[in-house]
């Protein structure tokens, strides 16, 4: 069974960081597609960024140059590194894993403020 579980969120002021973690159970997280997507209130769910099996990933435009999504297969952990952190940026994240192309399974969500 397929399980995802983030953790990493918290209260930033802005111009700062975090690092999201998504450890994957019940696959290989090498062989699948992954990405990050975010949601905040009133608004629909988004996809924020997405790594294939291999190096290279893909970024929403209000995020690319300061947000970045890695994989390390050996740990089946998925990060997201989100710097130069905005009030935008405030949203509950979710990672997922894709299949043919969809997000297939989603994790619980952590909550990600961006405040001073």
């Known amino acids: 069974q397929v399980r995802l579980v983030e953790s990493g969120g918290g209260l930033v002021q802005p111009g700062g960081s975090l690092r999201l973690s998504c450890v994957v159970s019940g696959t290989l997280l090498s062989s699948v597609e992954m990405g990050w997507y975010r949601q905040s209130p009133g608004n629909e769910r988004e996809l924020v960024a997405a790594?294939?099996?291999?190096?290279?990933?893909d970024y929403a435009s209000s995020v690319r140059g300061r947000f970045t999504i890695s994989r390390d297969n050996a740990q089946k952990t998925l990060y997201l590194q989100m710097n130069s952190l905005k009030p935008e940026d405030t949203a509950v994240y979710y990672c997922?894993?894709?299949?043919?192309?969809?997000?297939?399974?989603w994790g619980q969500g952590t909550q990600v403020t961006v405040s001073s």
């Open positions: 997922t894993m894709f299949r043919s192309g969809r997000p297939e399974y």
């Open positions: 790594i294939g099996t291999g190096p290279s990933a």
